[in-house]
């Protein structure tokens, strides 16, 4: 059953019954049954709000989450069905002026079925409101955060949820544009679920009820922590001998037993609040990006490849959470580990061009510093989309080339026994790319 608390019960699980100070705006003026003069609208009203003890579809107000200061917004569906009309616009943009002249973050517990019918096209443009004032909010850098409740549907879910900078949602609940009453009677009920989002790259975590509160609290915690130094690149964890030629460089690179990703994010941080998917329909399991306290305690966002070709969502993916970073003031970091781009049909139509173009943009245009380790496979566009210009370094098991040199020598109609002498003519090695200028040093390598 899909967790379907009050407004202020579902406040109350975020702060621990802890002082809220609620956030109020002048109660818009109108006439009999509202502003369309919609018959009995005022008795449903009245009736709303004697079974909630509520008077809008939202309750704002400023407390506390695990020790971080919020402004916290939360839907009561029993109200009109957490619907969305005037005064509900009203309460939203009071609620995100605060949240501006405090320097607070935005969470907002979403539970409406859209746009209040009974306030016609006046409550339809509450959504261009509520846009207006995100928007001004994220020019603040401020993060904004939602969860995701039962039901999240139409205008509420295309604006406050999808469009926050991080969305967490309960198990189960339903989530989609088309609300139950008014999709295809052959529609699959289950493409409209939170763990149906999460699959398509639109929500990025399903948090069971009894982990929320810690869960949020980790979120406010790393992401409203911004820090101007750029981090240093990680240890090395695998060989600490150079390769001695190109063909070592790339057998070592590609070793299984390697250390991955994986290996590098767990030594080099102590928690970790992932960012999934790529809000596009799409996510890539072979680029794990998010936010983690580093052992220093500072807030570092990280987009790390594990060794597979990365498609289309995973750079998509890679450049929301630089760009996101960049808005928040928060360092990145990230790790190169791939053969390359995937170039099968599927990817091409994905958009892998685009994709990797609007990494490569993210990154050359982040006023945040960008720290990068090549921790394996250097593959060519598809690995130098993720890299740091100017700051850049190398594992010494890893290597970085402008193509594998295998597909080198066949471009070249070399036979195959002249790989070894096109890897070693591509000058890939850790100690080589450090010569050419291409990286700044080798990590952990044995006599540096």
């Known amino acids: 059953m899909a967790d379907r608390l009050s407004a202020r019960a579902a406040l109350a699980r975020l702060t621990g019954g802890a002082g809220f100070e609620e956030i109020t705006s002048p109660e818009r003026e109108s006439g009999p049954d509202g502003p369309l003069g919609w018959q009995g609208y005022d008795a449903s009203r009245a009736r709303a709000a004697g079974r909630t003890g509520e008077t809008e579809s939202v309750v704002c107000g400023h407390a506390s989450v695990g020790g971080t200061e919020a402004v916290l917004v939360s839907f009561e569906f029993g109200f009109l069905g957490g619907s969305l009309g005037e005064r509900t616009g009203d309460r939203l943009r009071a609620?995100?002026?605060?949240?501006?002249?405090?320097?607070?973050?935005?969470?907002?517990?979403?539970?409406?079925?859209?746009?209040?019918?009974?306030?016609?096209?006046?409550?339809?443009?509450?959504?261009?409101?509520?846009?207006?004032?995100?928007?001004?909010?994220?020019?603040?850098?401020?993060?904004?955060?939602?969860?995701?409740?039962?039901?999240?549907?139409?205008?509420?879910?295309?604006?406050?949820?999808?469009?926050?900078?991080?969305?967490?949602?309960?198990?189960?609940?339903?989530?989609?544009?088309?609300?139950?009453?008014?999709?295809?009677?052959?529609?699959d009920p289950a493409a409209y679920t939170a763990e149906a989002q999460l699959a398509a790259g639109a929500v990025d975590a399903v948090v069971p009820p009894a982990e929320l509160p810690g869960t949020l609290a980790l979120y406010l915690s790393l992401l409203t922590r911004p820090s101007a130094r750029p981090v240093p690149p990680p240890s090395a964890l695998g060989a600490r001998d150079l390769p001695a030629t190109g063909e070592d460089a790339v057998r070592r690179a590609r070793a299984p037993?390697?250390?991955?990703?994986?290996?590098?994010?767990?030594?080099?941080?102590?928690?970790?609040?992932?960012?999934?998917?790529?809000?596009?329909?799409?996510?890539?399991?072979?680029?794990?990006?998010?936010?983690?306290?580093?052992?220093?305690?500072?807030?570092?966002?990280?987009?790390?490849?594990?060794?597979?070709?990365t498609r289309p969502a995973g750079y998509r993916t890679a450049a929301r959470l630089v760009r996101l970073a960049d808005r928040l003031g928060i360092p990145v970091l990230t790790l190169v580990d791939t053969p390359g781009a995937a170039n099968d049909a599927e990817a091409e139509r994905q958009g892998a061009g685009p994709a990797i173009a609007d990494l490569f943009a993210a990154v050359a245009a982040a006023k945040t510093p960008v720290t990068t380790l090549v921790i394996g496979e250097g593959g060519s566009g598809g690995a130098l989309a993720l890299a740091a210009p100017d700051n850049t370094w190398a594992a010494p098991d890893s290597y970085f080339s402008v193509i594998a040199p295998e597909l080198a020598a066949a471009i070249l109609k070399r036979p195959p026994e002249a790989v070894a002498e096109t890897a070693a003519q591509l000058r890939i090695r850790p100690q080589d790319l450090a010569e050419l200028g291409v990286i700044r040093g080798v990590v952990g390598a044995a006599g540096t």
């Not at 994986?262 to 998917?277: N, S």
């Not at 996510?283 to 580093?294: T, V």
Request: charged share 15%; net charge positive.
């Open 95 to 187: 609620a995100h002026t605060y949240a501006r002249a405090h320097r607070l973050p935005v969470v907002t517990l979403v539970a409406t079925g859209g746009s209040r019918m009974q306030e016609g096209m006046l409550a339809l443009t509450q959504l261009q409101r509520v846009a207006r004032q995100s928007g001004l909010t994220r020019d603040a850098g401020l993060l904004q955060l939602a969860v995701l409740r039962d039901p999240t549907t139409g205008g509420g879910w295309a604006t406050l949820g999808a469009g926050a900078d991080v969305t967490l949602a309960l198990p189960g609940v339903q989530v989609g544009f088309a609300g139950s009453r008014v999709r295809p009677p052959d529609a």
């Open 257 to 309: 037993g390697r250390p991955r990703a994986h290996a590098y994010l767990d030594a080099y941080f102590t928690h970790r609040a992932a960012l999934f998917g790529d809000r596009c329909g799409g996510m890539d399991d072979g680029m794990l990006c998010g936010f983690g306290r580093a052992h220093d305690g500072r807030t570092v966002a990280y987009a790390a490849q594990c060794g597979t070709a």
